[in-house]
């Protein structure tokens, strides 16, 4: 068999040239030919912060491996994401996407916590995951663990549907350089360069960089080639010096990124240009840099205990510069010149992460504490006339503890726990859980869990004034005594606003079953309760002058058709909404050959949402409640052969789904979709690989997700080919 030899071959290159390590390079061969009973008994750390086996795992729980990674041919991380059973994956524009787990599938989805070896990159600026910012080099992933469902227990707040951990490979598995390069349609081109070595007093380190490029996606109404653009570079260290006692691991990372989009920015205040609209659609540029130090520290005392110390500084910034209306002047008493406005925020967290583990009889615990501070600075659209500007300072405490009870031996567990955390925005949350695990035989595994779970908004969703729309400075709006000129339309906090954290209850049913040495499947059933959840619900309305430049126009407060009055919707921010979520997820393994593995899966979600009473539009539930499409249904084929030749394919469908245009109560529909992806690989030798790969095959473009918080122009996903070489020497 090809992947033998390989083996055989690379374990005769470390004895004669040294370029990877001899334990490095045996896991990597040993995994090649796991089986389907050994990929069942793959480990995974992110569901009970241990190294436990996948079919051990009381919880929806899926690894995508490192080498099924690369096959899969993969350039970003939410693409490999496809691969998971349930998971939500929707492409927004060349480097956007809205990832989500059993629905609620946004821009920036709120409820999925997503972790890079430990590491939180859920971004409390802005409420999710800029995956545009979260990069990595593909061919460094050891694995990314997926769990879906409730992980607050463990992680915390904002962990209410799911949990991700990235886990990348040591620097120890890394050795000798690498060069992997990209080409393909639509103007992709990306380079990665690794080089690994070992320091002189011991221990291993790991440098790498990472560059890419992309032209514009195909306009969804048009076809035509839009502005979204972009390009990323990363750059980082990975040392583990060798130290007495314990293993240390340190990382210092930086990444920039540069990209364009189309915005539909509502200004507050009128243009003076005639025609010009006061909702901007210039083309805006988006400017994003960050930087990262982390050190983990893990060791085992004379008693047996695992201890664990990790702390970090994360800092990243990301805004957009744009044309948009200005402050009002006393030379422009009438309207506005548009002018660049500068909008988005930077952030820095300091984290530090102390748990320990310990086994006592038929308890396996573990508990520890954590401290993060988040220091940030918004600065959004003074056209938009934001109330929540400047900077601001929180600290976040918690604590946790996991208790894994065996009461009978191999047989049955009695899992419970719970997070403690105290947050600077919505104050004390407890998170608890409770799970069991019955293993009635060596085939079958059955689970069950019961969890509450909170996620804790930002200040950006609870404490802003935000425009929402303002018509044309030619047209105006016809009810203003002065044509040409506009009201605007305001969303802003009530007074009385108190920010509460968004909650649920989750149920939780699963069984694996091993039907054969060829066949696995797993399943599993889920009925969520969401309480409290973010909307826009409409308590009152308010005049506010918003000036002209002389001084303050109080005519709005006596006419409510005065020009340049901001029409206000107070207490836009509540959180009084209710959504229930039920479905299952199924996926089967197939191996009808050692070298041909095949993998199924079918999702089915079902969303169903109460309204608070007081004047609402009820738009924000809806377009909760259509925006996840109800069914997914995937299949994966990968066949190596002789020769080094290796097929992998991959078809999914998406049923699907609504959205609601900026300013309209009518939902529009995002058409279900099927694509196919393909990826032909071929080892040449032991150092170079070579590979074709064709992605969304089946049609020229497909729509698969519209923005609209904020509104940006649709992008469509299009056919494209690539080629790939990857050389190690």
């Known amino acids: 068999m090809f992947l033998k030899r390989l083996r055989a071959t690379s374990a005769a290159v470390l004895a004669c040239a040294g370029l990877w390590s001899a334990q490095a390079q045996a896991e990597e061969s040993n995994l090649l030919d796991l089986s389907l009973e050994e990929l069942v008994d793959y480990r995974l750390t992110t569901m009970s912060r241990k190294e436990q086996r ?82 990595t080099l593909m061919e460094d992933i050891e694995r990314i663990e997926v769990i879906r469902g409730p992980g607050t227990a463990l992680w915390g707040t904002n962990a209410m549907n799911g949990v991700i951990n990235i886990v990348t490979r040591q620097a120890k598995a890394t050795q000798g350089n690498l060069i992997s390069t990209t080409i393909g349609q639509g103007g992709y081109g990306s380079m990665t360069v690794r080089h690994g070595g070992e320091f002189d007093g011991g221990g291993h380190y790991r440098l790498y960089a990472k560059t890419d490029t992309m032209n514009g996606s195909p306009e969804t109404l048009t076809g035509l080639i839009g ?63 960050g930087a990262l130090l982390q050190a983990r520290y893990s060791w085992r005392s004379a008693d047996g205990a695992q201890s664990v110390l990790q702390a970090y500084v994360d800092q990243e910034s990301l805004f957009h510069e744009g044309l948009m209306s200005a402050e009002p002047s006393a030379l422009l008493p009438l309207g506005l010149l548009p002018s660049l406005d500068r909008f988005g925020g930077k952030k820095i967290d300091m984290d530090i992460d102390f748990q320990r ?8 615990v573990i508990w520890g504490v954590a401290l993060r501070r988040t220091t940030d600075e918004m600065r959004l659209p003074s056209a938009a006339y934001q109330l929540v500007n400047g900077k601001d300072s929180r600290l976040h405490f918690s604590a946790f503890i996991h208790d894994e009870m065996t009461l009978i031996p191999d047989r049955f567990k009695f899992i419970w726990g719970s997070k403690f955390e105290r947050d600077g925005l919505t104050g004390a949350n407890v998170q608890p859980n409770v799970r069991m695990l019955w293993t009635p035989n060596s085939s079958d595994t059955l689970w069950g869990a019961v969890s509450r779970s909170v996620r804790s908004p930002r200040r950006i969703e609870t404490l802003s004034t935000m425009a929402l729309a303002a018509p044309d400075a030619m047209g105006g709006d016809l009810s203003s005594p002065t044509p040409g000129l506009a009201n605007s339309l305001q969303v802003a906090a009530n007074a009385s606003t108190v ?37 826009q619900r409409w308590v009152g309305t308010a005049r506010v002058p918003v000036g002209m430049g002389l001084g303050p126009d109080f005519s709005c407060m006596l006419d409510n058709t005065a020009p340049n009055c901001a029409f206000t919707l107070q207490d836009a921010s509540a959180s009084k909404e209710k959504i229930r979520t039920w479905g299952g997820e199924l996926a089967l393994g197939w191996r009808p050959q050692n070298q041909w593995h095949i993998q199924a899966s079918y999702a089915y979600l079902r969303m169903q949402g109460s309204n608070s009473t007081g004047l609402s ?75 074709l790969l064709g992605k969304n095959l089946l049609r020229n473009r497909h729509t698969e997700f519209i923005d609209t918080a904020p509104n940006a122009r649709a992008y469509d996903v299009q056919r494209s080919l690539f080629v790939s070489a990857l050389w190690r020497f």
Do not use: C
Request: aromatic residues 10%; without cysteine.
């Open 617 to 691: 539009n009820d738009i924000p539930l809806s377009a909760y409640l259509g925006g996840t499409p109800k069914h997914q249904i995937a299949l994966r084929s990968n066949y190596a052969w002789g020769q080094g030749w290796n097929l992998n394919v991959s078809a999914r469908y998406v049923s699907q789904a609504y959205y609601y245009p900026i300013n309209t109560n009518t939902p529009e529909t995002i058409a279900p979709y099927t694509s196919l992806d393909a990826r032909l690989a071929w080892q040449v030798d032991r150092q170079l690989e070579l590979a």
């Open 357 to 364: 583990r310990q086994v006592w009889g038929q308890h396996d």
């Open 227 to 289: 502005v979204d653009g972009a390009a990323h570079q990363r750059v980082g260290l990975r040392m583990e010096p060798s130290v007495e006692g314990g293993e240390l691991s340190v990382k210092v990372e930086a990444y920039r990124l540069r990209s364009r989009t189309l915005y539909l920015a509502p200004a507050l205040f009128v243009s003076e240009i005639p025609g010009a609209p006061s909702d901007n659609t210039q083309v805006e540029r988006k400017k994003g840099d």
């Open 54 to 135: 996948v079919v051990d795992t009381a919880a929806a729980a899926y690894v995508i491996t490192g080498e099924e990674l690369r096959r899969s041919g993969a350039l970003s991380i939410p693409e490999a994401l496809r691969m998971v059973p349930g998971l939500n994956v929707a492409q927004i524009s060349r480097d956007t996407w809205a990832v989500s787990s059993r629905g609620f599938l946004e821009r920036l989805s709120s409820k999925l916590l997503v972790l890079v070896d430990g590491r939180s990159i859920y971004s409390p600026l802005f409420s999710g995951v800029m995956w545009e910012s979260q990069d």
């Open 499 to 535: 920010v509460t954290s968004e909650k649920a209850i989750s149920w939780e049913a699963g069984w694996r079953k091993q039907l054969g040495p060829q066949l696995s499947l797993d399943s599993t059933l889920y009925l969520n309760e969401y309480a409290d959840l973010r909307s």
